[in-house]
């Protein structure tokens, strides 16, 4: 019987925010898969802790780069690996940071081995922006409000800023000074917060974004409330 292949997602950051589901899939399952990009390796291997010990350790190639033909070739040889344990009859927990829906290189993964025909099943893990959120004592939306999830990293922030809708931020720390200029000309820079490396150290809590301090790193989320 072929293994069972688990995106599991670990929260942003804080280990006390790792689900008791996605604990107890990481207890079982044989092969450990994590994503190589440098710093999201190391922090989700970080938060799992002692969880990882005697796993079988599979790196899983997450390229930053944006050419699609170089990071479908990279999923491809990542489903080869992954395929090869469960066809040993081994279950594979990929972890990710934060929820394995939500910008997560995992669902790249995931399309390919499901489509090979082998079960995938996705593990929620907590968000970025609801831990940001809760740090910060703020709700993201009450009532009728709307809530808009932006990568601020790939363009288009501009496009989304007369919509009527609360804003996240996501991946805002390399555009976290445009971002900050674009939301002064707007006038919504009095309505902007930012938390970055929510639960992990150097974690900065900055009530209001005009009082940006410098180089708050590339885990930063920007939540803009109207």
Request: one cysteine or more; charged letters at 20%.
């Amino acid at each position: 019987m072929s293994g069972i292949l688990y995106g599991v997602g670990v929260g942003p950051g804080d280990p006390e925010l790792l689900t008791r589901k996605a604990e107890r899939i990481i207890r079982e399952c044989p092969v450990l898969a994590v994503p190589d990009k440098g710093s999201g390796e190391k922090t989700a291997m970080g938060i799992i802790g002692g969880l990882a010990q005697g796993k079988e350790l599979l790196c899983c190639a997450a390229p930053m780069v944006r050419d699609a033909a170089a990071l479908d070739a990279a999923y491809e040889a990542n489903a080869d690996q992954v395929c090869a344990r469960l066809d040993q009859g081994k279950d594979v927990a990929f972890i990710t940071l934060g929820d394995p829906t939500v910008y997560s290189t995992y669902m790249y993964l995931h399309r390919k081995v499901a489509g090979r025909g082998y079960e995938a099943r996705i593990v929620p893990g907590v968000t970025s922006f609801c831990a940001a959120a809760a740090r910060l004592g703020e709700s993201l939306c009450e009532r009728s409000q709307r809530l808009m999830v932006v990568p601020a990293s790939h363009g288009g922030v501009e496009d989304c800023l007369s919509l009527d809708a609360n804003l996240v931020f996501m991946k805002a720390g390399r555009e976290i000074g445009a971002l900050k200029e674009t939301l002064a000309r707007h006038g919504l820079l009095e309505h902007a917060s930012l938390v970055a490396n929510c639960g992990l150290e150097g974690e900065v809590v900055c009530p209001s974004l005009s009082e940006l301090p410098p180089d708050t790193g590339y885990f930063s989320v920007v939540i803009v409330k109207r």
